[in-house]
């Protein structure tokens, strides 16, 4: 994925957090405001607001995580992916790779 | 596609938040009672309406072709039934009265939408479902509400719930 997609926000370092989000999804919002609670690096991207050869890019890069394509959609270090907002996992996860 | 969260105004979603709200309530559904995340739910359909002609769902991504989404224009055809089994909606808009009553609590619930080849298979083969025999008439059915009719032709908007032609389907 062309890295001049992702938006970073800045943080504590818990590891390589990729957010896969819409922008007009009130779950996403929910996973970026919490990921910004716990006060973590993460990089981010609005999948809704890519053009349409970029979109399909990023949609395969995320079905390899998640074959339904839902979002949120959170991969943690290319290891590990949490789907939906799950702020229980998230944590726990967060907390295991600190 | 230029259209974003940023543009839609507190005013555009009062207005839109107010025109649901009672519509909602005259057909017997809930409106999450948690007006933040409603009002944030209504600025992501202002959005999709405003980049495609059609408010789809704002928690799935839309394609942009209308033939592709029209199972996730709001109210989606998953929304009754996962109404049933989950006291709300995939993205928490409509709640049921437990929810709203405050006995149970809003979470995130699994996507019930099929994949995108399951939909086309799905397609293919209701297009084409046989009249029953002994009927005079075939019976179609609403995606959306369920509401059944026997005419040659679906209605041009449900009479019930008011979606459109295409979101109905062949029952019988």
Redesign the interface.
Known sequence: MADHNLKHIDGADRGRILLYA????????KTKQLLGDLGVAYDMID???L??QE?EEV?EDIKKWN?????PTVVINNEKCII???PDELQAELQVTR | ?SA??EEVSGEDIQKYYDRLKDDVERHGYHLNPDED?TR??I???I??QRRNSYPSC?????S?DIEEDLDIICPCDYRDTDLGEYGMCY??LYVSGDVLSGEKAVS?I??RRP?PEERAKARAETGGAPVHAGLSKPVWRCRVCGYLCGRDEPPEKCPICGAQKERFERFM
Not at chain 1, 22 to 29: G, I
Not at chain 2, 58 to 62: D, E, G, I, K, Y
């Open positions: 819409l922008s007009t999804c009130m779950w996403c919002r999948v809704d607001l053009e349409k979109r949609t074959p339904e394509c839902t979002f939906g907002y799950n | 596609m974003s969260i995340m944030d739910l600025r992501g359909l959005v999709n704002p928690c799935r991504l839309a942009g993205c928490a995130p699994p996507e994949s």
